[in-house]
């Protein structure tokens, strides 16, 4: 729904650069586009200020055991330079893709599937218990997640009184 709302401002703002359009007709049309970026853009700035500062801070506490595990725990050997590039090249090109058709996907599982790949390339051999642990994330990351939100809703619903 967001795409189409977002290709018909689109092209409300080419249709209002056409000529012979007078000043009212350009004033429903900036009405309408405000009206479809209001619909589109209904995060307020203090959530994604919020977000952006936890990601931020997630990422300065996290980074050594994250970079560790994708650069050294997947495989049985280290990285190769061609195998990091394969994987960086291929962990673009997918999220590219998702970004094209809309889908979700976790930049982050995305490349260790990629150094994965790599590695079986390679024959270097994965390391079980890392991959093992890899995909049990992949697997309770969806149920886990709605699990905490519906929690924190409820608990902000009876604290709010929704």
């Known amino acids: ?17 056409l000529p ?7 004033s429903d049309l900036d009405k309408l586009r ?21 990601l931020g801070l997630g990422t300065m506490v996290g980074w050594k055991r994250v970079v ?4 050294e725990k997947i495989g049985k050997q280290g990285m190769t330079y061609a195998q990091g590039m394969s994987a960086q090249i ?9 970004n094209i058709f809309a889908l979700p996907v976790s930049t982050t599982h995305v490349l260790s599937s990629g150094v994965a790949g790599t590695m079986v390339a390679n024959k270097s051999g ?9 995909l049990m994330a992949w697997v309770l990351t969806l149920p886990a997640t709605v699990g905490l939100s519906a929690g924190l809703f409820w608990l902000a619903s009876k604290a709010l009184g929704n």
Do not use: H, N
């Open 68 to 71: 560790l595990t994708i650069g």
């Open 126 to 134: 994965l390391q079980g218990g890392t991959v093992k642990t890899i």
């Open 20 to 26: 012979g359009l007078d000043s009212r007709e350009k």
């Open 34 to 54: 405000k009206d479809l970026t209001a619909t589109t853009e209904y995060a307020p700035f203090w959530v994604i200020l919020a977000v952006a500062l936890a």
């Open 1 to 17: 729904m967001r795409r189409y709302l977002l290709c018909l401002d689109d092209t409300a703002k080419k249709v209002g650069k």
């Open 90 to 98: 291929t962990t673009a090109t997918m999220i590219g893709f998702a």
